[in-house]
């Protein structure tokens, strides 16, 4: 198993819901990312796991909050979301924290209305 | 400090003509260099990457060589298809330290029959 899966692959959400991005892997990385991707820009990281320990929080708001319950999942908890924080939101994971190659998964497009 | 620079785009090619996407790099260590592909609506995949100088990586007729005189990895294919068609980012990953992935903006290639 090669893949990186993310639920749900869209999501629209009211400013005040509570609601969470899934990503799973089963290739036993150590590293886990979340990237946010905006129309027609590169993604920005956001978040960095490795061996389910938070490694990196580039500055993000604290309304977006990661959670890494064990080595092959992922999630993204969103809380009073923004209309600016409509995007892409990308899953990767790497063998390790390092000059591995990252794989991706195939995002979950958010919209907050 | 870290960047990635690439070719402007959009870039539109008739079918089986040749590419070249330029890419260049600033780096305070020994980076690895990739090429990501996003297709409309998609995650990124890796293309293919190169980890040393003079290294070459190559995928579905596509290629790269790592230059560190020029500090460059220009993506080049000699016959290009409409299934092409996609947004083309490089990228790099320091040797050490936090696999952060610096992205270069992106080119979107469109492939005309």
């Known amino acids: 198993d090669t893949e990186v899966t993310q639920t749900p692959k869209h999501l629209v959400m009211g400013m005040t819901n509570k609601k969470s991005l899934k990503c799973e892997q089963h290739?036993?990385?150590?590293?886990m990312y979340w990237y946010k991707q905006k129309a027609k820009k590169p993604p920005e990281l956001m978040f960095v796991y490795s061996y389910e320990k938070l490694s990196i929080n580039e500055s993000v708001p604290s309304r977006f909050s990661p959670e890494c319950p064990n080595s092959s999942l992922l999630n993204l908890h969103l809380h009073a979301l923004q209309p600016e924080d409509s995007a892409l939101y990308l899953c990767?994971?790497?063998?390790?924290?390092?000059?591995?190659?990252?794989?991706f998964g195939p995002g979950t497009r958010l919209t907050v209305l | 400090g870290n960047s990635v620079t690439q070719m402007e785009g959009p870039v539109t090619l008739s079918e089986e003509a040749f590419l070249t996407i330029n890419c260049t790099y600033t780096a305070t260590g020994y980076p690895s260099l990739f090429w990501y592909v996003q297709y409309p609506g998609e995650g990124l995949q890796l293309l293919l990457k190169a980890t040393k100088a003079d290294d070459k990586g190559s995928n579905k007729g596509f290629e790269a060589t790592y230059r560190k005189e020029t500090t460059s990895f220009h993506l080049e294919k000699g016959s290009v298809q409409v299934s092409d068609s996609a947004v083309y980012f490089c990228?790099?990953?320091?040797?050490?330290?936090?696999?952060?992935?610096?992205f270069g903006t992106g080119t979107r290639l469109t492939v005309i029959p």
């Open positions: 990228a790099l990953s320091l040797q050490t330290g936090a696999n952060n992935l610096f």
């Open positions: 990767a994971s790497s063998p390790r924290e390092g000059p591995d190659t990252q794989y």
């Open positions: 290739m036993g990385h150590r590293a």
